[in-house]
């Protein structure tokens, strides 16, 4: 019920005419957990190594295709407020840990799902608050009990493989070994000695055709395209960096020359050339044997690069820069002045080489030497690379999460049936109305191997009697859900190697939780009036002239 009648007595007078007030339990709480209900099982589907993809198309018309809930919710843009919280919590989780950020959102889902029931029974929020975060401080104090595989040293390959697979196998199901292979080397072999591990140091260069198993990692980074002068080849380059275009310098004030002949024409052109030739010739003494400029290259400048041997890489994006003089460990110039040792970088071979029909500049290292390692991936379609690079972005956070702690729990839903178990037995020994909660909590976790199961084509009752049954003798705590077995039958998940990292379920109970508190907690929704003017006409910018 929407009041805006200007005399009505109470809020509708106090605001602005046309703003929306909702309180109370009915118009507030369970409208918000409606919201929120829809939302989780939309996800819910996109769960899990069958889960179905989503194909979203944002505001600007670009396509997705994809399983992974963090690229789904970035491209929705959500209007709901209750919604937009759960949207954040899952945010939150993507940049804690990089993964897990579906599990946020499902969960907050079935545990607001669940506090319906309870308000209905007539069970207060605040008691229901009070029931789940006891719960959560009882799961986070079983949680370190269920760790079954530790990685202790997280260069050795063979270890970090069994924690990256995973998460990979979450969202690209069957190609998990290669991939996993991809991104272990690609993360060990610019492994910091003493400081932490930056994703940001593992990049992704997409190239159209062939298939994933072309796919391989460079040390070094790689960029699509073509070199500007005729050098094509440098080994052992000394780089300098320009963000600057390399070309006749503009001259500050704007001047007018008086030329009274020809001869003086030629002379002032001639100045000019002979101008560029000395800053040219000044950076190729300097040792330097490869440009890098983020603006153009002029031709009368790449005329005397090749006149001095020089290679012309041309990269206009400035992260990008950043990023190659952090590779090269060099020092980007603002001006086109010849550099110091300090300032010039260094690769083992600047190269032009071809993948595919794509012409691609190679800026290689040896093993040591890397900063940054580029996996390039090939594929039939665009749509199909980007998600291939959502599954080596996970793969990549978890490698960083294992260098934070590399812990891991039992996958396939068995953390979640051992928790459910352990929080039942816990919610009998509250007193007072916060029991039902705690159970209610307990039951919210049953929604993970369930939705294994129905992704999967399984009964779910079925599974979840099963699994409780071997949780509760005590000697199966490790049994999940075995997806490649329709009639429902478990696995040992340590025997399978089918983990999860220990940190994204940690910070994922932690986020869920506040957030469907969070929602929980609303009792009034007061929506001002949305700001007057004309709406911005659809499709696309418009000309100044229309």
Aim: aromatic share 6%; hydrophobic share 40%; net charge negative.
């Amino acid at each position: 019920m929407a009041l805006h009648i200007p005399k009505a007595p109470g809020m509708a007078r106090m605001l602005k005419e046309g703003a929306l007030y909702f309180s109370g339990l009915e118009e507030a709480v369970y409208r918000n957990i409606t919201a929120c209900k829809q939302f989780a099982q939309t996800l819910r589907t996109a769960y899990g190594p069958n889960g179905m993809n989503k194909m979203v198309i944002n505001h600007i018309e670009k396509l997705f295709i994809t399983n992974d809930a963090a690229t789904i919710i970035n491209e929705l843009e959500v209007e709901h407020p209750a919604v937009k919280l759960l949207v954040l919590a899952s945010k939150m989780q993507e940049a804690e840990v990089g993964d897990g950020t579906n599990f946020v959102i499902i969960f907050a889902g079935a545990l607001l799902e669940a506090a319906e029931e309870l308000l209905r029974l007539g069970i207060t929020t605040s008691e229901i608050v009070e029931g789940y975060e006891a719960s959560l401080e009882k799961a986070l104090e079983i949680l370190p009990t269920l760790v079954v595989y530790e990685i202790k040293d997280y260069r050795d390959e063979k270890e970090v493989k069994v924690g990256i697979k995973m998460a990979v196998m979450s969202k690209q199901y069957g190609y998990e070994d290669h991939l996993t292979s991809l991104i272990t080397q690609a993360c060990i072999s610019i492994l910091p000695e003493k400081t932490t591990f930056n994703v940001d140091t593992v990049r992704v260069c997409k190239i159209l055709g062939s298939g994933l198993s072309s796919s391989s990692v460079v040390q070094g980074m790689v960029f699509k395209r073509q070199v500007e002068g005729d050098v094509t080849k440098k080994d052992n380059a000394k780089i300098a960096v320009y963000t600057c275009a390399v070309d006749i310098m503009q001259t500050e004030t704007k001047g007018t020359v008086l030329i009274k002949s020809a001869e003086e024409l030629m002379k002032f052109s001639r100045g000019e050339e002979s101008l560029l030739e000395m800053q040219i010739k000044a950076i190729a003494d300097s040792g330097a044997t490869v440009i890098v400029a983020g603006g153009k290259f002029g031709d009368m400048a790449l005329h005397y690069m090749n006149k001095y041997n020089l290679m012309a890489v041309r990269i206009p994006s400035k992260f990008d820069i950043r990023r190659l003089c952090k590779t090269v460990s060099a020092t980007a110039l603002s001006k086109l002045i010849p550099p110091t040792k300090e300032e010039l970088g260094y690769a083992d071979s600047v190269y032009i080489d071809e993948i595919g029909e794509t012409i691609v500049v190679k800026f290689a290292l040896n093993d040591k030497g890397s900063r940054v390692s580029t996996i390039i991936i090939r594929g039939s379609t665009e749509n199909y690379m980007d998600d291939i690079e959502r599954a080596i972005d996970d793969g990549v956070n978890t490698f960083k999460g294992i260098t934070r702690d590399g812990r891991f729990v039992p996958g396939a839903g068995a953390t979640e049936i051992e928790l459910a178990s352990q929080l039942a037995t816990y919610a009998d020994t509250l007193p007072g109305l916060e029991q039902y909660a705690a159970r209610r909590f307990a039951t919210a976790l049953e929604v993970f191997p369930k939705t294994l199961a129905e992704n999967s084509g399984c009964r779910a009752s079925e599974l979840l009697s099963k699994l409780y049954t071997a949780h509760k003798e005590g000697k199966q705590k490790t049994f999940g859900f075995d997806i490649n077995d329709k009639d429902a039958v478990l696995i040992d998940t340590v025997a399978a190697g089918i983990l999860d990292l220990y940190l994204t379920k940690q910070w994922a109970l932690k986020y869920a939780v506040g957030v469907a508190c969070t929602v929980l907690k609303v009792d009034q929704i007061i929506m001002a009036k949305r700001a007057g003017g004309p709406k911005v006409p659809g499709g696309g910018v418009r000309d100044d002239d229309e």
